[in-house]
């Protein structure tokens, strides 16, 4: 089939695709500029110092300044070790004695119960052994973004 040829393209016309109705998009220097901005942002945001970065060690600040004297990432002390906390069942680890009322909980520990805990444990599980909370939700956050960084050794 032979389809009429279409208007000659001059050097201030629109390219031949979009006279004759299709939505493609004309790259130009505004588009690299914009794409160029966006990885930028996108890298400063997964570099080294980020909010995230900070907030982890804010919050390994706050534990060693008022959790460190029941508890460890490794060791039991009055309270249980903490390294692999984030997804893991409360009440969990078989060689600590838990308070019956936090091992029969079945509150699985997650970012949003462990911020909930930290702000009042009596009210998240009644009859809890621990007695302290953190009464700053910033110091609340950054506590959990850190014990999300301890994972479980393998």
């Known amino acids: 089939m032979h389809r009429p040829a279409s208007p000659a393209a001059s050097p201030t016309s629109a390219p031949a695709s979009l006279t004759r109705g299709h939505a493609q998009r004309h790259t130009g220097i505004g588009d690299r500029v914009r794409v160029a901005a966006m990885t930028l942002a996108l890298l400063a945001a997964c570099a080294p110092g980020t909010a995230a970065a900070q907030s982890v060690e804010r919050g390994r600040a706050v534990y060693q300044a ?18 692999g906390v984030v997804g893991r069942r409360a009440g969990a680890l078989a060689d600590f004695d838990y308070s019956p009322a ?33 009464d700053d939700a910033r110091e609340r956050e950054d506590v959990v973004a850190y014990l999300a960084t301890l994972k479980r050794l393998r």
Not at 69 to 83: E, N, Y
Not at 112 to 127: M, V
């Open 66 to 83: 008022h959790c460190a004297g029941c508890h460890s990432p490794d060791v039991h002390g009055d309270g249980p070790a903490h390294r």
């Open 102 to 134: 936090l091992r029969s909980s079945k509150i699985l520990w997650t970012r949003a119960t462990l911020k909930a805990w930290l702000t009042n444990p009596e009210a998240l599980i009644p009859g809890q052994g621990m007695d302290y909370m953190l």
